[in-house]
């Protein structure tokens, strides 16, 4: 059974950083992917960062890159991490953000993915 946990959100002043982090267990990486998304209130789930584990192809939301790298560790055996830093945040950048795995087709379309994780809320402040 695929489970996600995120961690690292919290609250942070415009011009600062974060960085979070996905640990996945039950979750065969190899030639899969791996997401980030958003959720702001009153606003639909958005596609923030992707990456495919079988070339290490990224994908990144318009609004975010330059500012966002996603990356990932598949050192350990039993713990698949994938990390979101996030530079230069913004107040905009502002939501919930889940780590989702296992889609049907690499992107950023939140409805591809088959996993996701709680969430982890980032509060960017002017």
């Known amino acids: 059974q695929v489970q996600l946990v995120e961690s690292g959100g919290g609250s942070v002043q415009s011009g600062g950083s974060l960085r979070l982090s996905c640990a996945a267990s039950g979750y065969s990486y190899s030639r899969n992917c791996i997401g980030w998304f958003r959720q702001a209130p009153g606003k639909e789930r958005e596609g923030v960062a992707a990456?495919?584990?079988?070339?290490?192809?990224?994908?990144?939301?318009d609004p975010v890159k330059g500012r966002f790298t996603i990356s990932q560790d598949n050192t350990k055996n039993t713990v698949y991490t994938v990390y979101l830093q996030m530079n230069s945040l913004k107040p905009e950048d502002t939501a919930m953000y889940y780590c989702?795995?296992?889609?049907?087709?690499?992107?950023?379309?939140?409805?591809?993915?088959?996993?996701w994780g709680q969430g982890t809320q980032v509060t960017v402040s002017s």
């Open positions: 989702a795995a296992d889609c049907q087709v690499v992107g950023l379309h939140p409805g591809a993915y088959n996993y």
């Open positions: 990456l495919y584990t079988g070339g290490g192809i990224t994908y990144y939301a």
